[in-house]
């Protein structure tokens, strides 16, 4: 008999400046209870879903963006509503913040996600690798996507969890534009990848229709759970942060390629599928049987080089 797990993708509309933690637990806990409602056993909540998506905005006070916006300790006095619930209901979840850490005696600041257990342990952890934007303050800019100043580089890889009768992966936002992420996942046998996204629906650098942007998501999650044989849980936080606009569009996808749900809204929002987990088994046998067909002697580049080099071939 194939595996099943009631996954939901439990989507936030925005959060403001002005919202609290607590505020922001409170829609969570609802969302979680819909999820429940729905019979969901595991729920994706988005990236950062505990603030506004702060990296648009600068801070001269590194202090100041501190104490606004990073958790020092997860859950906290005000988020631990969110896992009480959690465990008295019995779902597992992924959650993503902003951790602020004391480790080998310095500061760290890393965009994190979690995995937290049915029973309400701590899972896993991931920190995110791929930190799109720029360090440096843009003034003339609409806005800013910092990224890059108020985060290092994740220090704990790729990696997966045995997690519910499954093998779950994490991974954070800009990481689902990135293959080597996804196979480095697959190549430890994941069967379901969780990840929390905040997506401006208007590109920093250069005009590009929002249509565009929309597009450019799907089509990525939809080749990244074929090409890996996985289920892909990615989950927005959406809509007028402020008046700065995020899509929504958060999406189940199944190792098939097909959109299983989807969101319609850029509000609080849970969509929620019956994954059958063994769906990929067949894909995995045959074509995506990646130790018959595999060929890394020829991939070398890939983990060799970081940027594009042009180096034509010499002959035929
Ligand atoms: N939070 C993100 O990583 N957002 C990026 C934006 C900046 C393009 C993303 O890849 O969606």
């Not at 409602?37 to 100041?64: C, H, I, N």
């Not at 209901?89 to 992924?94: A, R, T």
């Not at 760290?108 to 701590?122: E, K, M, Q, S, Y």
């Not at 093998?167 to 990135?178: A, Q, S, V, Y």
Request: net charge negative; proline share 5%; charged share 20%.
């Amino acid at each position: 008999m194939s595996r099943h797990l009631k996954i939901a993708s439990a989507q936030l509309g925005p959060l403001h400046l002005s919202d609290t933690r607590s505020s922001a637990t409170k829609r969570l806990v609802n969302l979680l209870r819909e999820a429940h409602g729905m019979g969901a056993k595991f729920v994706v909540f988005p990236e950062l879903a505990f603030t506004t998506f702060f990296p648009r905005y600068w801070y001269d006070s590194q202090t100041e963006a501190d104490s606004k916006f990073y958790e020092a300790s997860i859950p906290s006095a005000e988020t631990q509503p969110l896992f009480d619930e959690a465990k008295k209901l019995g779902i597992g979840f992924y959650i993503g913040y902003a951790e602020l850490t004391q480790e080998e005696g310095r500061t760290h600041r890393f965009n994190t996600a979690i995995l937290v257990g049915p029973d309400g342990t701590l899972v896993g952890k991931y920190r995110k690798i791929h930190l799109p934007g720029h360090a440096e303050h843009k003034p003339q800019a609409a806005f800013q996507h910092l990224e890059k100043k108020y985060f290092e580089v994740g220090n704990l890889g790729f990696r997966v969890w045995r997690f519910m009768d499954t093998i779950t992966g994490m991974l954070i936002c800009n990481d689902r534009r990135w293959p080597e992420a996804f196979r480095v996942l697959a190549l430890q046998g994941a069967e379901i990848v969780a990840l929390g996204f905040n997506t401006p629906s208007e590109n920093l650098h250069y005009p590009e229709p929002p249509a565009l942007r929309v597009h450019h998501h799907l089509i990525m999650a939809q080749s990244m759970a074929f090409q890996n044989a996985t289920w892909l849980v990615e989950t927005a936080k959406c809509g007028f942060e402020d008046g700065n606009r995020m899509f929504g569009h958060s999406v189940i996808v199944a190792p098939t390629g097909e959109i299983a749900a989807q969101s319609l809204t850029e509000e609080d929002e849970v969509i929620c599928v019956n994954a059958d987990i063994d769906l990929a088994a067949n894909l995995k046998r045959t074509m995506f049987d990646f130790a018959a067909h595999r060929r890394p002697e020829h991939y070398q580049l890939i983990v060799e080089r970081v940027g594009a080099e042009v180096t034509p071939a010499k002959g035929p």
